[in-house]
Protein backbone atom coordinates (compact mmCIF):
# COMPACT_ATOMS: atom_id res chain seq x y z
CA UNK A 1 0.00 0.00 0.00
CA UNK A 2 0.98 3.39 -1.08
CA UNK A 3 2.08 5.48 2.32
CA UNK A 4 2.22 8.98 2.05
CA UNK A 5 2.91 10.46 5.25
CA UNK A 6 2.67 14.10 6.37
CA UNK A 7 5.04 15.33 9.84
CA UNK A 8 2.62 16.40 11.66
CA UNK A 9 -1.22 15.84 12.27
CA UNK A 10 -1.68 19.45 14.33
CA UNK A 11 0.62 22.24 14.29
CA UNK A 12 -0.20 25.81 15.83
CA UNK A 13 2.16 29.29 14.41
CA UNK A 14 2.58 32.78 15.64
CA UNK A 15 1.58 35.35 12.23
CA UNK A 16 5.10 36.22 11.01
CA UNK A 17 6.97 32.74 11.57
CA UNK A 18 8.22 30.83 9.08
CA UNK A 19 6.35 27.32 9.06
CA UNK A 20 7.66 23.88 7.36
CA UNK A 21 5.52 21.21 6.25
CA UNK A 22 7.05 18.09 5.61
CA UNK A 23 5.73 14.91 3.10
CA UNK A 24 7.32 11.38 2.64
CA UNK A 25 5.69 8.73 0.18
CA UNK A 26 7.37 5.29 0.00
CA UNK A 27 5.93 4.70 -3.73
CA UNK A 28 8.64 6.50 -5.74
CA UNK A 29 6.17 8.36 -7.66
CA UNK A 30 7.19 10.88 -9.96
CA UNK A 31 4.46 13.60 -8.96
CA UNK A 32 3.68 15.12 -5.57
CA UNK A 33 1.30 17.75 -4.53
CA UNK A 34 -0.33 19.98 -1.63
CA UNK A 35 -3.75 21.19 -1.36
CA UNK A 36 -5.40 23.14 1.43
CA UNK A 37 -8.80 22.59 2.43
CA UNK A 38 -11.49 24.64 3.47
CA UNK A 39 -15.11 24.36 4.30
CA UNK A 40 -17.16 24.90 0.88
CA UNK A 41 -14.56 25.75 -1.05
CA UNK A 42 -13.22 21.66 -1.35
CA UNK A 43 -9.75 20.83 -2.25
CA UNK A 44 -7.20 24.13 -3.77
CA UNK A 45 -3.78 22.95 -5.33
CA UNK A 46 -1.17 25.40 -3.73
CA UNK A 47 1.90 23.84 -5.79
CA UNK A 48 3.20 20.61 -7.33
CA UNK A 49 6.16 18.83 -8.36
CA UNK A 50 6.84 16.00 -11.48
CA UNK A 51 10.00 15.55 -10.33
CA UNK A 52 13.39 16.17 -8.09
CA UNK A 53 13.70 19.93 -7.95
CA UNK A 54 11.10 21.06 -10.37
CA UNK A 55 7.80 22.94 -8.95
CA UNK A 56 5.08 24.21 -10.74
CA UNK A 57 2.28 26.99 -9.09
CA UNK A 58 -1.14 25.60 -8.28
CA UNK A 59 -4.26 27.62 -8.29
CA UNK A 60 -3.44 29.42 -4.96
CA UNK A 61 0.19 29.86 -4.46
CA UNK A 62 0.81 33.51 -3.30
CA UNK A 63 2.31 33.34 0.30
CA UNK A 64 3.76 30.05 -0.26
CA UNK A 65 7.03 28.37 -1.71
CA UNK A 66 8.08 24.73 -1.96
CA UNK A 67 11.28 22.40 -1.98
CA UNK A 68 11.76 19.24 -3.41
CA UNK A 69 15.06 17.76 -3.21
CA UNK A 70 14.39 13.94 -3.05
CA UNK A 71 12.12 12.27 -4.89
CA UNK A 72 10.17 11.16 -1.80
CA UNK A 73 9.91 14.17 0.30
CA UNK A 74 8.13 17.33 -0.71
CA UNK A 75 8.25 20.13 1.80
CA UNK A 76 5.79 23.02 1.72
CA UNK A 77 7.13 26.74 3.42
CA UNK A 78 4.87 29.53 4.25
CA UNK A 79 7.10 32.56 4.24
CA UNK A 80 5.49 34.75 6.95
CA UNK A 81 2.35 32.80 8.11
CA UNK A 82 -0.48 34.73 8.01
CA UNK A 83 -4.08 34.20 10.00
CA UNK A 84 -6.00 33.34 6.25
CA UNK A 85 -3.16 30.29 5.91
CA UNK A 86 -5.29 28.59 9.06
CA UNK A 87 -6.29 25.48 7.11
CA UNK A 88 -6.13 22.02 6.88
CA UNK A 89 -3.43 21.00 4.09
CA UNK A 90 -3.11 17.83 2.54
CA UNK A 91 -0.20 16.06 0.48
CA UNK A 92 -0.81 13.71 -2.14
CA UNK A 93 1.44 11.56 -4.62
CA UNK A 94 0.53 9.47 -7.67
CA UNK A 95 2.48 7.98 -10.66
CA UNK A 96 3.80 9.99 -13.73
CA UNK A 97 1.86 11.45 -16.81
CA UNK A 98 2.48 8.15 -18.49
CA UNK A 99 -0.07 6.09 -16.36
CA UNK A 100 -2.88 8.01 -17.21
CA UNK A 101 -5.46 8.71 -14.74
CA UNK A 102 -3.87 7.17 -11.60
CA UNK A 103 -5.28 8.33 -8.24
CA UNK A 104 -3.79 10.95 -5.99
CA UNK A 105 -2.22 8.91 -2.63
CA UNK A 106 -3.20 11.12 0.24
CA UNK A 107 -1.93 11.91 3.37
CA UNK A 108 -4.42 12.26 6.33
CA UNK A 109 -3.54 16.25 6.62
CA UNK A 110 -1.69 18.84 9.04
CA UNK A 111 -4.34 20.98 10.37
CA UNK A 112 -2.44 24.24 10.95
CA UNK A 113 -3.71 27.01 12.87
CA UNK A 114 -1.76 30.50 12.90
CA UNK A 115 -2.54 32.84 15.38
CA UNK B 1 -16.58 30.64 -9.24
CA UNK B 2 -16.19 26.92 -8.87
CA UNK B 3 -15.49 24.95 -12.21
CA UNK B 4 -17.21 21.91 -10.62
CA UNK B 5 -20.17 22.59 -8.62
CA UNK B 6 -21.58 19.43 -5.74
CA UNK B 7 -24.94 19.19 -4.62
CA UNK B 8 -26.17 18.81 -2.26
CA UNK B 9 -23.96 20.20 -0.05
CA UNK B 10 -25.32 18.23 2.60
CA UNK B 11 -27.17 15.30 2.93
CA UNK B 12 -28.47 13.65 6.18
CA UNK B 13 -30.36 10.41 6.14
CA UNK B 14 -31.50 7.21 7.81
CA UNK B 15 -29.82 3.94 7.36
CA UNK B 16 -31.21 1.71 4.19
CA UNK B 17 -32.05 4.86 2.48
CA UNK B 18 -31.12 5.16 -1.04
CA UNK B 19 -29.47 8.97 -2.78
CA UNK B 20 -28.01 10.21 -5.35
CA UNK B 21 -25.49 13.22 -5.36
CA UNK B 22 -24.24 15.02 -7.98
CA UNK B 23 -20.77 16.36 -10.11
CA UNK B 24 -21.42 19.32 -12.51
CA UNK B 25 -19.38 21.63 -14.96
CA UNK B 26 -19.37 23.73 -17.90
CA UNK B 27 -16.53 21.82 -19.05
CA UNK B 28 -15.79 18.78 -20.84
CA UNK B 29 -13.25 16.70 -19.21
CA UNK B 30 -10.76 13.64 -19.72
CA UNK B 31 -11.87 11.98 -16.63
CA UNK B 32 -13.98 12.13 -13.22
CA UNK B 33 -12.61 10.74 -10.29
CA UNK B 34 -15.00 10.31 -6.88
CA UNK B 35 -13.30 10.11 -3.34
CA UNK B 36 -14.17 9.61 -0.17
CA UNK B 37 -12.87 10.86 2.83
CA UNK B 38 -13.17 10.22 6.11
CA UNK B 39 -13.08 12.74 9.42
CA UNK B 40 -9.10 13.19 10.15
CA UNK B 41 -8.04 11.19 7.23
CA UNK B 42 -7.25 12.08 3.84
CA UNK B 43 -9.40 11.57 0.38
CA UNK B 44 -9.27 7.66 -0.65
CA UNK B 45 -10.12 6.74 -4.32
CA UNK B 46 -13.41 5.24 -5.18
CA UNK B 47 -13.27 5.13 -9.10
CA UNK B 48 -12.44 6.63 -11.93
CA UNK B 49 -14.34 7.41 -15.11
CA UNK B 50 -12.99 8.05 -18.42
CA UNK B 51 -15.81 7.39 -21.13
CA UNK B 52 -19.05 9.35 -22.02
CA UNK B 53 -22.02 7.30 -20.72
CA UNK B 54 -20.11 5.04 -18.63
CA UNK B 55 -21.14 3.37 -15.43
CA UNK B 56 -19.60 1.59 -13.12
CA UNK B 57 -20.42 -0.34 -9.71
CA UNK B 58 -18.86 -0.75 -6.20
CA UNK B 59 -20.77 -3.04 -3.93
CA UNK B 60 -23.74 -0.48 -3.00
CA UNK B 61 -22.19 2.51 -5.66
CA UNK B 62 -23.24 3.38 -8.50
CA UNK B 63 -20.91 6.25 -10.70
CA UNK B 64 -21.98 7.68 -14.27
CA UNK B 65 -20.23 9.55 -16.14
CA UNK B 66 -22.61 11.96 -18.50
CA UNK B 67 -22.38 11.58 -22.02
CA UNK B 68 -20.97 14.88 -22.88
CA UNK B 69 -18.21 14.03 -20.21
CA UNK B 70 -19.49 17.42 -18.17
CA UNK B 71 -21.36 15.85 -15.01
CA UNK B 72 -21.26 12.66 -12.86
CA UNK B 73 -23.61 11.05 -10.45
CA UNK B 74 -23.30 8.77 -7.63
CA UNK B 75 -26.09 6.69 -6.18
CA UNK B 76 -25.83 4.68 -2.96
CA UNK B 77 -28.17 2.28 -1.96
CA UNK B 78 -29.18 1.34 1.06
CA UNK B 79 -26.74 3.07 2.76
CA UNK B 80 -25.25 2.25 6.06
CA UNK B 81 -23.29 4.29 8.64
CA UNK B 82 -19.96 3.23 7.46
CA UNK B 83 -20.97 5.83 3.92
CA UNK B 84 -20.80 8.17 6.37
CA UNK B 85 -18.29 10.70 5.22
CA UNK B 86 -17.29 14.07 2.65
CA UNK B 87 -17.31 12.85 -0.85
CA UNK B 88 -15.31 14.83 -3.71
CA UNK B 89 -15.52 14.34 -7.38
CA UNK B 90 -12.16 15.26 -8.94
CA UNK B 91 -12.15 15.82 -12.77
CA UNK B 92 -8.89 16.23 -15.19
CA UNK B 93 -8.43 18.99 -17.56
CA UNK B 94 -5.65 17.62 -19.19
CA UNK B 95 -5.60 13.69 -18.93
CA UNK B 96 -4.32 12.89 -15.70
CA UNK B 97 -1.88 15.51 -14.83
CA UNK B 98 -3.89 17.31 -12.78
CA UNK B 99 -7.27 17.49 -10.97
CA UNK B 100 -9.44 19.60 -10.12
CA UNK B 101 -11.73 19.19 -7.03
CA UNK B 102 -15.68 20.58 -5.86
CA UNK B 103 -16.19 21.83 -2.91
CA UNK B 104 -18.03 17.97 -1.82
CA UNK B 105 -21.22 16.70 -0.18
CA UNK B 106 -20.92 15.83 3.18
CA UNK B 107 -23.12 12.94 3.85
CA UNK B 108 -24.49 11.74 7.36
CA UNK B 109 -26.40 8.18 7.46
CA UNK B 110 -28.29 7.81 11.05
CA UNK B 111 -28.61 4.63 12.16
Known amino acids: DVKVTQSSRYLVKRTGEKVFLECVQD?????MFWYRQDPGLGLRLIYF???????EKGDIPEGYSVSREKKERFSLILESASTNQTSMYLC??????????????FGDGTRLSIL | TQLLEQSPQFLSIQEGENLTVYCNSSSVFSSLQWYRQEPGEGPVLLVTVVTGGEVKKLKRLTFQFGDARKDSSLHITAAQPGDTGLYLC???????????FGPGTRLSVLP
Open chain 1, 92 to 105: ASSPPLSFRDQPQH
Open chain 1, 27 to 31: MDHEN
Open chain 1, 49 to 55: SYDVKMK
Open chain 2, 90 to 100: AASVNYGQNFV
